[in-house]
T-cell receptor, first 112, second 113 residues
């Protein structure tokens, strides 16, 4: 998406940490999300962060938000082959129907 | 039980035809959405709808129309299908308040020949 940007590809070794980055342009974003899409499947919500937070941790997932730089990252600790998928960040704004604006997705490949 | 379901999973049709994709959610959500994912995996909102308003992305051709028989369903009707309509279409739903997390269906892969 023109408002949310991600690098297209990331390769890591099994057991290493993965860091997927995302930048967004709209400072009025209220929530930022990370979704995972496995091949041939729909989107699975991984986690979200409210715009007044800096960090959120959920088991192997850590989300960092730098609101000043409009930068969001997803760190996956101890990356496994089952983590191979496309990861989308998305932003939503306050409103009666919060439509999501998605990034282009980052294809994560975990090598054995 | 599947939270957000779509039918059909695959749809192959000829150019110029009219087709519908159905979406149902059993989460009791107030708002439903349709997204289009193109061949490069880029996802873009098409519509959002609750019982109060329909918000249409301005880039969506008027050949596309959402139809909601009730709160649990939002179907997508497409007239005069074109080759460029080939994509995966995802339905989603959300509570419409709070974190407003959206839950997605499995997608419908539409191929226009």
């Amino acid at each position: 998406g023109e408002d949310v940007e991600q690098s297209l590809f990331l390769s890591v070794r099994e057991g290493d940490s993965s860091v997927i980055n995302c930048t967004y342009t709209d400072s009025s974003s209220t929530y930022l999300y990370w979704y995972k899409q496995e091949p041939g499947a729909g989107l699975q919500l991984l986690t979200y962060i409210f715009s007044n937070m800096d960090m959120k941790q959920d088991q192997r997932l850590t989300v960092l938000l730098n609101k000043k730089d409009k930068h969001l990252s997803l760190r996956i600790a101890d990356t496994q082959t089952g983590d191979s998928a496309i990861y989308f960040c998305a932003e939503s704004m306050e409103g009666s129907a919060r439509q999501l604006t998605f990034g282009s997705g980052t294809q994560l490949t975990v090598l054995p | 039980d599947t939270a957000v379901s779509q039918t059909p999973k695959y749809l192959v049709t000829q150019m110029g035809n009219d087709k519908s994709i159905k979406c149902e959610q059993n989460l009791g959500h107030d708002t439903m959405y349709w997204y289009k994912q193109d061949s490069k995996k880029f996802l873009k909102i098409m519509f959002s709808y609750n019982n109060k308003e329909l918000i249409i992305n301005e880039t969506v051709p008027n050949r596309f129309s959402p139809k909601s028989p009730d709160k649990a369903h939002l179907n997508l009707h497409i007239n005069s299908l074109e080759l460029g309509d080939s994509a995966v279409y995802f339905c989603a739903s959300s509570q419409g308040s709070g974190t407003d997390t959206q839950y997605f269906g499995p997608g419908t892969r539409l191929t226009v020949l």
